[in-house]
Nanobody, 124 residues
Framework: QVQLVESGGRSVQPGGSLRLSCATS????????MGWFRQVPGKEREGVASLDIDGVTTYTDSVKGRFTISRDNAKNTLYLQMNTLTPEDTAMYYC??????????????????WGQGTHVAVSS
């Protein structure tokens, strides 16, 4: 069972950038679809970005061109680079993993393994 620990969330001004990190307890690049999700209180959790084992990335429309998901296989770490942040990006961000790949990964369906979350607040 893979364990996930997020970090990097903090308060930032609109237009700013942040990089979230997700440390994994094992090498995931060849076995797991990896994803970032976010949730605001009172709203459903939203899939933000996913990275499949073949390297294919998927993004929700609202972050395309601003966010980039990537991984460092040597460090067993997943990243989410977030640029041009807006107040609408304020949320708790979760790293997630699942052994299901392909359609499941690209559609950011409900993943099996989750981190504890890291909070991002965008305000002036």
């Amino acid at each position: 069972q893979v364990q996930l620990v997020e970090s990097g969330g903090r308060s930032v001004q609109p237009g700013g950038s942040l990089r979230l990190s997700c440390a994994t307890s094992e090498a995931t690049y060849s076995k797991y679809c990896m994803g970032w999700f976010r949730q605001v209180p009172g709203k459903e959790r939203e899939g933000v970005a996913s990275l499949d084992i073949d390297g294919v990335t998927t993004y929700t429309d609202s972050v395309k061109g601003r966010f980039t998901i990537s991984r460092d296989n040597a460090k067993n770490t997943l990243y989410l680079q977030m640029n041009t942040l807006t107040p609408e990006d304020t949320a708790m961000y979760y790293c997630a993993a699942d052994r299901r790949i392909g359609w499941f990964c690209r559609n950011m369906a409900d993943f099996t393994y989750w981190g504890q979350g890291t909070h991002v607040a965008v305000s002036s």
